[in-house]
T-cell receptor
Framework: AQSVAQPEDQVNVAEGNPLTVKCTYS??????LFWYVQYPNRGLQFLLK??????LVKGSYGFEAEFNKSQTSFHLKKPSALVSDSALYFC?????????????FGQGTELSVKP | DGGITQSPKYLFRKEGQNVTLSCEQN?????MYWYRQDPGQGLRLIYY???????QKGDIAEGYSVSREKKESFPLTVTSAQKNPTAFYLC??????????FGQGTRLTVV
């Protein structure tokens, strides 16, 4: 069965410092991996995805993520955090061998960036 | 304007009532999804549909029902069998094997 784990409920970072939000996954086939951001009382906004190819993927607002197959991880990173990055972040996985298929989300990580 | 529209934004239900949440998309996506969001529990999959006239249960389907009679529409009914329906409900759609696009959500409260 597919699953996603975000081991940290909350990440606190000072503005200007690098940030990392962790994600590990489990699927039986090749993974399609996604990161989303959610602001209060809103839907989710897509940040970036890994389908195939380069292990380092770049997305919106300066975010990037690194796919590591041996560690089954897909951590979200940003070199320099902004206060406006404060939000709820979700990692998601879909099994790549299925057409469409379940899209499963992690528990979410609350990112707080302080000035 | 392309996108996913959920309505209503806020919905109040009396105990014992069924209510239906609307989700419409004009993105021509094949797959559609319903998720429930509770504080501290992330998004949990209720139902999903990969094609018209077909849908599958997600992880928490009990007390919910769906239909997929048209490609653009995937309404969710919260039945009286759902004992704790107060939550934020999110609908999404996606092309095959790609990222999902989300609506703005419906907040359902039992009064």
């Amino acid at each position: 069965a597919q699953s996603v784990a975000q081991p940290e409920d909350q990440v606190n970072v000072a503005e200007g410092n690098p940030l990392t939000v962790k994600c590990t996954y489990s699927v039986s086939g090749n993974p399609y991996l996604f990161w989303y951001v959610q602001y209060p009382n809103r839907g989710l906004q897509f940040l970036l995805k890994y389908i195939t190819g380069d292990n380092l993927v770049k997305g919106s607002y300066g975010f990037e993520a690194e796919f590591n197959k041996s560690q089954t991880s897909f951590h979200l990173k940003k070199p320099s955090a902004l206060v406006s990055d404060s939000a709820l972040y979700f990692c998601a996985v879909r099994e790549g061998n299925n057409q469409g298929g379940k899209l499963i989300f992690g528990q979410g990580t609350e990112l707080s960036v302080k000035p | 304007d392309g996108g996913i529209t959920q309505s209503p934004k806020y919905l109040f239900r009396k105990e014992g009532q069924n209510v239906t949440l609307s989700c419409e998309q004009n993105l021509n996506h094949d797959a559609m999804y319903w998720y429930r969001q509770d504080p501290g529990q992330g998004l949990r999959l209720i139902y999903y549909s990969q094609i018209v006239n077909d849908f599958q249960k997600g992880d928490i389907a009990e007390g919910y029902s769906v239909s997929r009679e048209k490609k653009e529409s995937f309404p969710l009914t919260v039945t009286s069998a759902q004992k704790n329906p107060t939550a934020f409900y999110l609908c999404a759609s996606s092309p095959t094997r790609s990222e999902a696009f989300f609506g703005q959500g419906t907040r359902l409260t039992v009064v």
